[in-house]
């Protein structure tokens, strides 16, 4: 008996997006270079057919990939093989493994997930506000979050500042980092160097504090870095998340935003959000500025954003003296 070709990787891939059809790999390619989709592509039209059994082996192993990745996504590699272990058998599994294994990237101090936010919180607590800031750009938002809103009040900032400037963090560190805590929490192996932190992070961390956290680390960023608070607060939020905010909101801060700054800030705008706005008028200021909106033309990105930054401020400024609702996650209740 002919032992049958085995397939590479890529060629493996040419027959999957064949199996797909066009539509579906068209959607596929989207997300690949020039280079992946030229050498699929080239893959593709050297296959002249394909059996059903080789494509069975194929799902099959997409299959096997896809729940493997899942697992490890949801509490790191020793979580997903003792799940897969248990579905396919030890060596089915070390199989599995070692075929993504290769291409997997897991995050510095992927081995937190499983660990509950106070029981970090007593083993990071004493250390510097450097290494705080470092492993809690590395964590969920939701979990970071509660950490440092359980930070004494006077680290709060600090450590919210240093996320908020951080760039690339060698290996070396983050080794020395987590070997610390390896050894406290008896975890998993080495972890690859990744990039985090910068304002994108803290803002993502912030924005889950509860109100009194919030504005304590804002407060005192303002007095040590006000260039780095105006740049959190631009962030902390957007004109998109105009769609989180109560009807009743919406209709106090029109009344202080200009007709020109509006019609502007929707021509840029999501379909949600117009529709929020819309929804919050009558109908007959609706269809003026609908017809603004429609009569104006094209426009410069810049001026959209300037004009949404401007409707932005308005709502801060409002928020701030608690004429409107802007909901937060962490401990906001709003009391209907």
Known sequence: MVARKTLSGRQKAANFLIFLGPEKSAQIFKYMSEEEIEQLTLEIANIRQISSERMDEIFREFFEMCL??????????????????????EEKTTEIISRISASLQVRPFDFMRKTEPAQ??????????????????????????????????????????RIAIMDTTSPEIIKEVENVLERKLSTIGPQELASAGGVRSVVQILNLVDRGT???????????DPELAEQIKKLMFVFEDIVTIDDR?????????????????????????????????????????????????PVRLRDVEEAQQRIVNVIRRLEETGEIVVARGGGDEIIV
């Open 68 to 89: 493997a990745r899942h697992f490890i996504s949801q509490g790191g590699i020793a979580y997903a093989k003792e799940i897969l272990e248990k579905a396919y058998g």
């Open 120 to 161: 970090l919180l007593n083993f990071i607590q004493g250390e510097h506000p450097q290494t705080i800031a470092l492993i809690l750009a590395y964590l969920e938002p939701d979990k970071a979050s509660s950490i440092l809103g359980a930070l004494p009040p006077e680290r709060q900032a600090e450590v919210a500042k």
């Open 249 to 297: 909101s919406i209709q106090r801060f029109l009344r202080d935003v200009e007709s020109q700054d509006l019609s502007m800030a929707l021509k840029g705008s999501s379909t949600e959000v117009s529709h929020k706005i819309f929804s919050n008028m009558s109908t007959r200021a609706a269809d003026m500025l609908k017809e603004d909106i429609e009569f104006m033309g």
């Open 214 to 224: 919030e504005k304590t680390i804002m407060e005192a960023l303002e007095v040590q």
